[in-house]
């Protein structure tokens, strides 16, 4: 069997993240994921100690951070984790400094699932940069 890749879902929790979680034990593409989620700077510390994720992702419009922030402080702890950044509410200007964050790729709300999935497959398919 697949080694399971470890997946932190970084959103305020909803119905939509839920979804979001259960999805991930339906994508077709041949890998296996155990998915955790966080919705603030504390819970979201706690799972990087607990182990590196192999992707985040992430929904910079979060209540009680500044979105970017912890995506910062994500990054600072370390560079090298995939980000996918989920959000409904964001204007061109912040997608660009996003992306300029160093993230994998930028998926509007509502998720569309199919291209989500498109996505991680993408990120997992892709050799990581620090392997060299």
């Known amino acids: 069997s697949l080694p399971e890749k470890h997946v932190l879902l970084l959103d305020d929790p909803s119905p939509q993240l839920e979804a979001l979680k259960s999805h991930f034990g339906k994508f077709d593409h041949g890998q296996r994921y155990r998915v955790y989620t966080a919705s603030n700077a504390a819970e979201a510390a706690a799972a990087l100690k607990h182990g590196r994720p192999d992707l985040i992702l992430l929904d910079p419009q979060m209540k009680g ?68």
Do not use: M, W
Request: net charge positive.
């Open 65 to 132: 951070l500044k979105g970017l922030t912890l995506l910062k402080q994500v990054r600072a702890l370390d560079s090298s984790i995939p980000v996918i950044v989920v959000t409904g509410k964001q204007p061109l200007g912040a997608a660009v400094e996003v992306l300029h964050a160093g993230v994998f790729a930028y998926v509007p709300k509502p998720c569309d699932f199919q291209q989500l999935e498109h996505l991680v497959a993408l990120v997992f398919a892709t050799p990581s940069k620090t392997a060299s």
